[in-house]
């Protein structure tokens, strides 16, 4: 025994941490581990649609258990967008009863990512919808007018996302759409017109089977009346063009997915809101050429590094075009493609860092 230890010591505990302040976690929400739960037992399911923080998830898809159940997005998935059409592993209460909610905890892999942005300088982009593999391109031929730079845009897009276009020419009954579907004549997709009266539903609905089709368009052209013909419990809003204006009114405010059902199978309709502008900030500028199928063949003879712009030396496209081989619709090509390049071109081209 020292001189300075006492036998009442042995009474002590040998740490007191009664006194110790502990910093409370200003982030008090923050998980505690980083590793997360592998979630064995999800579910995977198909999202129908979003709605204020709540998605409609789709299980055991054609299945008699098939059922539509609510979830909301996991804390680890605050960061990551959840779209139309993509496939998530869900957790919780997968019965579907109301009043029921599970939970989001994974997003697969998206096989095509259909996404546009505000406008051409505008690199933030904004997700469309997910693992598409069509497109319906829904254009009037009149009341409004058919915009041709529009539906380039739309092809750029789906080219540049590997999905296929298709055509649907509308109100065809007001006007021939045999000029405007010329500057389209060197595009191999598939066409279709429709009159005001009279629909090519059957036609329409054979190419849509077995595929997941986003349809797109102009505000006012009829794309929702289409939607609602082929699908017939869908219930879009319909909306009018207006007469001094002769533009369309925003009717759908939402993507959503709805089943198409015929004698021949079944596929699905992914419903869009109409714009009037579709921004290509994000494209690859590579893949605008693939949208031009008749002139990027040629093109293959262009020397290295064309750019293909009017002041573009020895461009085996313009030199086509002013031989007349490209027929009368060259030079409108020519001209839509230079359109779209030029607005990528680095001189013309703002990135944004916002978020």
Request: with cysteine; aromatic share 4%.
């Amino acid at each position: 025994m020292s001189w300075w230890s006492d036998d009442a010591d042995d009474d002590e505990p040998e740490f007191d941490e009664s006194a110790v302040r502990v910093r409370p976690n200003r982030k008090g929400n923050r998980p505690r581990t980083k590793t997360r739960p592998e979630h064995s037992d999800a579910l995977t399911g198909r999202v129908l649609g979003v709605d204020r923080g709540r998605y409609t998830v789709l299980l055991d898809e054609n299945t008699p258990d098939e059922r539509q159940v609510t979830s909301a997005r996991a804390s680890e998935l605050r960061k990551k967008a959840v779209v139309t059409g993509d496939r998530v592993d869900i957790v919780g209460d997968t019965t579907g009863a109301e009043g029921s909610l599970s939970r989001i905890v994974r997003i697969q892999p998206r096989v095509t990512l259909l996404r546009r942005s505000a406008d051409d300088t505008d690199a933030v982009e904004r997700v469309i919808v997910a693992n598409a593999d069509q497109m319906l391109i829904v254009v009037a031929a009149a009341n409004p007018e058919p915009r041709i730079r529009l539906v380039d845009r739309y092809l750029v897009a789906a080219y540049d996302a590997g999905i296929t276009p298709i055509l649907c020419i509308t109100k065809t009954d007001l006007a021939d759409p045999a000029e405007f579907l010329a500057n389209f004549a060197g595009l191999e997709f598939q066409v279709f017109t429709s009159r005001s009266d009279e629909m090519p539903l059957e036609a329409i609905s054979s190419a849509l089977v077995g595929h997941d089709t986003v349809f797109v368009g102009h505000s006012g052209v009829g794309k929702s009346t289409l939607v609602n013909a082929l699908v017939p419990d869908a219930k879009r809003a319909v909306g009018v063009v207006n007469t001094v204006t002769g533009r369309g009114r925003h009717t759908s405010s939402s993507t959503v997915s709805l089943r198409l059902e015929t004698e021949a199978g079944r596929g699905w309709v992914i419903d869009t809101p109409g714009v009037r502008s579709f921004g290509l900030g994000h494209i690859n500028t590579d893949n605008i050429l693939k949208a031009f199928t008749d002139l990027a063949t040629v093109a293959e003879a262009c020397p290295r590094g064309c750019s293909h712009l009017p002041d573009a030396p020895d461009c085996a496209i313009m030199e086509a075009v002013a031989a007349g081989s490209l027929g009368d619709t060259g030079p409108a090509r020519l001209d839509s493609l230079q359109r779209l390049l030029a607005t990528f071109a680095p001189s013309n081209r703002t990135v944004s860092t916002e978020r």
